[in-house]
């Protein structure tokens, strides 16, 4: 080393990946072929909710569409401003759910880690985009609370890393706080929410794979896919070698206006999905998140859409529809 020089933190590749992301409207429309005219309105949007959005992801927009579906989730655009009764900054309850720092115990038998803040995309729609992550970063304490909080109850057989992406974390960071589960011996089962592996495929390294093949805890992956467009040849090969850890792989979406509100676009993700090897499981209605009225699909026509899937598909092609409610004992169908 240099003299003087301070040490250089080490990126792995996907790491500089990420780094590469598009968080500059004005690149994001460029790179886009869209028109400038939009870029005011992104700008002020954006300062609500940074925009992000990795190169992979963008490569499968397609250029000049201003309807592109996978566009639609990461543009900020000032229909963020508008104020509807009922939209807040925690719908979900999730600041009087968090038992100790960045754990949250809502439901019997799981409770959910919030394993760090950063995402590989932001997601406009996202319910946590007003989250205080600064606060609620278990991290800082190298998860110690929420590690305790687990020991004393042995009533929770399964621990979901959730966030902000847990893949954001590096694998000795997981592997880390995998071996800390491993030692709870009631805890059996480890479920990682996660859509690093849709917009970043190469996260999924070949560490991280071991890491899902020797744990003695059984490992679930819920990925979280909108459209069937997400899907291309290197999320399903990603799939492929998860599943060749042993892990069971599931899906849930979010039923978003202008994205996949339609027979069609649903029946393209299950198949897409079953393809992959990938179970549909929840299909969310919107979190009434401030900043997200115009992704909102009515109970009605959510219902209808459902109903047609259901002649249309097999049965384990068809994801439940869900809300969640703060303060219910689990999601609630509807
Ligand atoms: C959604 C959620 C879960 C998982 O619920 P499942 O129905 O088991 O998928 C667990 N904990 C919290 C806090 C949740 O919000
Ligand atoms: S990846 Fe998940 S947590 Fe992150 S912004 Fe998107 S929806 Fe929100």
Redesign the pocket.
């Known amino acids: 080393m240099i003299q003087g020089t301070p040490p250089i933190l080490q990126l792995n590749p996907w790491q500089q990946s990420l780094a590469q992301s598009v968080t500059d409207p004005a690149v994001l429309l460029q790179q886009l072929d869209l028109p400038k005219s939009l870029l005011p309105a992104a700008r002020q949007a954006a300062k609500l909710f940074g925009l992000k959005v990795p190169l992979p992801y963008l490569s499968r927009i397609q250029k000049g569409n201003l309807n592109d579906p996978l566009l639609h989730q990461v543009l900020p655009l000032g229909d963020e401003f508008i104020h509807v009764d009922g939209f807040n900054h925690d719908p ?1 309850g999730d600041h009087d ?1 968090m038992q100790s720092p960045g754990l ?1 115990h ?2 019997h038998g ?1 409770a ?1 880690i919030l394993a760090t803040g950063a995402c590989g995309i932001h997601c406009r729609y996202c319910f946590r985009r007003h989250f205080n992550y600064a606060e609620a970063n278990p991290a800082k304490q190298q998860w110690k609370q929420a590690l305790s909080h687990l020991r004393e109850d042995d009533s929770i057989q399964e621990v ?1 890393l959730s966030g902000g992406d847990p893949l954001s974390l590096s694998d000795s960071r997981l592997a880390e706080l995998v071996s800390e589960l491993e030692k709870i011996k009631h805890i059996k089962r480890l479920r990682i929410h996660t859509r690093l592996p849709v917009v970043l495929p190469e996260r999924i390294t070949s560490n991280l794979c071991q890491l899902l093949s020797n744990t003695r805890l059984t490992t679930i992956m819920v990925l979280h896919i909108n459209h069937a467009q997400e899907i291309d040849k290197s999320v399903k090969n990603i799939c492929h070698q998860l599943k060749n850890t042993g892990t069971q792989l599931l899906n849930q979406s979010v039923l978003l206006a202008g994205v996949n509100n339609s027979v069609k676009s649903l029946r393209d993700l299950s198949e897409s999905l079953i393809n992959c090897g990938v179970i549909p499981y929840y299909l969310h209605q919107l979190d009434r998140v401030a900043g997200a009225t115009h992704f909102e699909v009515s109970d009605q026509e959510a219902r209808q859409i459902l109903q047609t899937l259901n002649s249309q598909l097999s049965g384990y092609m068809v994801p439940k529809l869900v809300r ?1 409610i703060a303060g219910e004992n ?2 609630s169908a509807l």
């Open positions: 979900v759910a949250l809502k439901y799981r959910l979901i969640e689990s999601k």
